[in-house]
């Protein structure tokens, strides 16, 4: 077996796709180097990232499958399913031989398996559009604590950038130690690391018993139905959510609304 591994990075990936084509590499699998664990079987080969090659897979997706075909193998790319890279790569070689029409063929199963990862990272997107919770700090600026299953923070970054404005803003992704910083509109991805408690301001407070307040006050005893709640916020997403708290909560504000 043929197994190549790559540094984990997107253009990384795209490096591994264009070394597949020009050394004619047939692999097994392709996993991020580091995370793989290595027997005395197979045979690994490490794919350094080359910027240069990288772009001209990325272009090439884009020129000769579709861009949204291009869109959905990143969108794939942030599940950071355990099969994800080779799902892409078998994707992206279909799409070499079908051209644009290869998101129609629904009975594929390389294009069914890539569909599927599309589709929960779309639907973790959407719900951390409704679900993510901000909470001001001294100073002003809004800070909010997120713990999602897949790698969204790039694709909701967007939508609050364009949301909240001239407001200096941030959300952490805790399980991946990201942070996306905004601000007039625009915003910057990095590497983060927690450096202690952040401070709040005195008013937060007096905003997240409010918040409270008005959550238990428009709900009505004799229709709470607990499952179907599950169903729409499962209680993963609990833990940063002000109104699903008993005492004291992480954020106040419903910015996805």
Excluded at 53 to 75: M, P, T, W
Aim: charged residues 30%; aromatic residues 10%; proline residues 3%.
């Amino acid at each position: 077996m043929l197994i190549l591994t790559y540094d984990g990075t997107f253009e990384g990936l795209l490096t591994a796709v264009f070394a597949c084509y020009y050394e004619k590499l047939n692999p097994d699998d392709i996993q991020v180097e580091g995370e793989v664990e290595k027997d005395f079987v197979s045979r690994y080969q490490l794919i350094r990232t080359e910027k240069e090659k990288g772009d001209r897979v990325y272009q090439g997706i884009e020129k000769n499958i579709s861009a949204q075909a291009l869109k959905n193998c990143y969108y794939a790319f942030l599940s950071d399913g355990e099969n994800k890279s080779i799902q892409i790569y078998r994707y992206i070689r279909l799409g070499f031989k079908r051209g644009r029409d290869i998101d129609s063929l629904l009975t594929s199963k390389t294009v069914a398996d890539l569909h599927g990862l599309v589709q929960k990272v779309l639907r973790e997107k959407h719900r951390m559009l409704g679900l993510t919770r901000f909470m001001e700090l001294e100073g002003g600026s809004l800070y909010a604590k997120i713990q999602p299953k897949y790698n969204i923070l790039s694709l909701i970054a967007p939508h609050f950038a364009e949301r909240l404005g001239p407001e200096q803003w941030m959300i952490h992704d805790e399980g991946r130690n990201l942070l996306v910083i905004g601000t007039e509109g625009k915003w910057l991805l990095r590497q983060y690391q927690t450096e202690g408690e952040r401070k709040l301001h005195k008013r937060e407070a007096l905003f997240q018993s409010l918040w409270k307040e008005f959550h238990q006050s428009i709900a009505i005893k004799d229709r709470k139905n607990p499952k179907l709640q599950q169903q729409f916020m499962p209680k993963r997403y609990w833990k940063n959510l002000t109104e699903m708290q008993q005492n004291s909560a992480p954020g106040r504000r419903e910015a996805g609304s």
